[in-house]
């Protein structure tokens, strides 16, 4: 027979949904350093251009579109 926790879960499936949620979490933990590591190449790329270079890159394109993504990231980010 289960034995129940507070919830009224029997402990089996309230531990598969810890698990689940500890994995998710894990998840979570890894995109965001991610983004750290791609909102940090970004901005040492913003560091070694000229106003001239950052201006051509960012004109438009998909490469303007992703370094736009990668802008408002960095401002996400920031606000943690």
Known sequence: MYGCR???L???IAHRK???LA??????????S????????F????????????????AGGPI????DALFDLESDLERE
């Open 6 to 8: 507070e919830g009224g």
């Open 10 to 12: 029997p402990i089996p």
């Open 18 to 20: 810890m698990n689940t």
């Open 23 to 32: 994995t998710q979490i894990q998840g979570l933990a890894a995109i965001i």
């Open 34 to 41: 991610s983004a750290e590591v791609a909102v940090k190449r």
């Open 43 to 58: 901005q040492a790329l913003r560091d070694i251009c000229s106003e001239e270079q950052w201006e051509e890159i960012t």
């Open 64 to 67: 303007g579109e992703l370094l």
